[in-house]
């Protein structure tokens, strides 16, 4: 539920120009503006109003006032930039208590120790740590409620492949593995200053209650790297790093001519819990 009456705050394009936040390209940065596309990443996460919410990358804290205005209990909002740390003061005492800032790499800050549960993960990432972040929090995946995140839109795409697709991949079997993947809506390039060169869209992922398959994921991020590796070639050439490909796949009771985009989550689970049986 939104706050009934919201504290005055200045225009975000007055922030920028106040503090001098100029988006630097080295940290990824796009700043998003229009406060009613902010607005409405934030009701893509509802419910919001009892749950402790991780940002990452606020920059001059535009989605940060969507997520504080749309009722979230509490904000942690993870900044590397120092430049836009005052900006977000501001911000902060204008939400007494409901705003923190954590100064850091968020590649380096494990997000469950800021906040407890119930708690969310909400954020426009920066494009260039946006699946290293995303591989870093699967191991501790279910103890967040949800993620709505914002990825450019080819990025997405893969998280939501199906087998047989041209966009399926490492990336889809990881994230589906572990959850259920949600394509919200897509966001322009223009909506963005400055506005990168590609289009964006918000993604909602839901921890599955269990995997899809039992299987340990260092394994599973290598045999997924290995076939995909060499996506074009039969399994029986692409797993040879792994070892003898014909004994990994007999064990995953796998068609030795299929190629990694025919195999399903499951499938691949398979193989990553025969590689761990060849190696013990």
């Not at 607005?39 to 997520?67: D, H, K, S, W, Y």
């Not at 208590?97 to 993960?121: F, M, N, Q, S, Y």
């Not at 195999?263 to 025969?274: G, K, N, P, S």
Request: some cysteine; charged content about 20%; overall charge positive.
């Amino acid at each position: 539920m939104a706050e009934d009456t919201p504290p005055p705050l200045p225009p975000l394009r007055e922030v920028i120009r106040r503090h001098g936040l100029a988006a630097r390209k080295a940290l990824g940065q796009n700043f998003l503006l229009d406060l009613n596309l902010t607005r409405r990443i934030a009701r893509g996460a509802a419910p919001l109003a009892n749950f402790n919410v991780v940002e990452v990358g606020p920059g001059p804290g535009g989605l940060t006032r969507a997520l504080l205005l749309e009722g979230a209990r509490r904000v942690v909002a993870i900044e590397r930039d120092q430049r836009c740390l005052p900006a977000l003061a501001e911000l902060a005492a204008a939400f007494p208590g409901r705003l923190e800032i954590v100064p850091g790499d968020a590649l380096a800050i494990d997000p469950t120790t800021l906040v407890p549960a119930p708690r969310k993960i909400v954020a426009n990432l920066p494009y260039n740590i946006a699946t290293p972040l995303l591989l870093a929090w699967l191991p501790r995946i279910r103890a967040f409620a949800d993620f709505t995140l914002m990825f450019q839109k080819e990025v997405a795409a893969r998280l939501a492949a199906k087998p047989d697709s041209r966009d399926y991949g490492r990336l889809s079997v990881l994230i589906q593995w572990l959850a259920y993947v949600e394509r919200l809506f897509d966001v322009a390039p223009t909506a963005f200053v400055p506005p990168p060169k590609v289009t964006s869209t918000v993604v909602r992922l839901t921890p599955r209650p269990e995997p899809q398959a039992p299987c340990d994921q260092d394994a599973l991020e290598r045999v997924t790297a290995a076939a995909f590796g060499q996506r074009r070639k039969m399994l029986r050439q692409s797993l040879k790093s792994l070892g003898d490909p014909l004994v990994l796949l007999h064990y995953a009771s796998i068609d030795p001519t299929a190629r990694a985009e025919d195999l399903t989550v499951a499938e691949f689970c398979a193989l990553a819990r025969a590689l761990i049986t060849r190696s013990n």
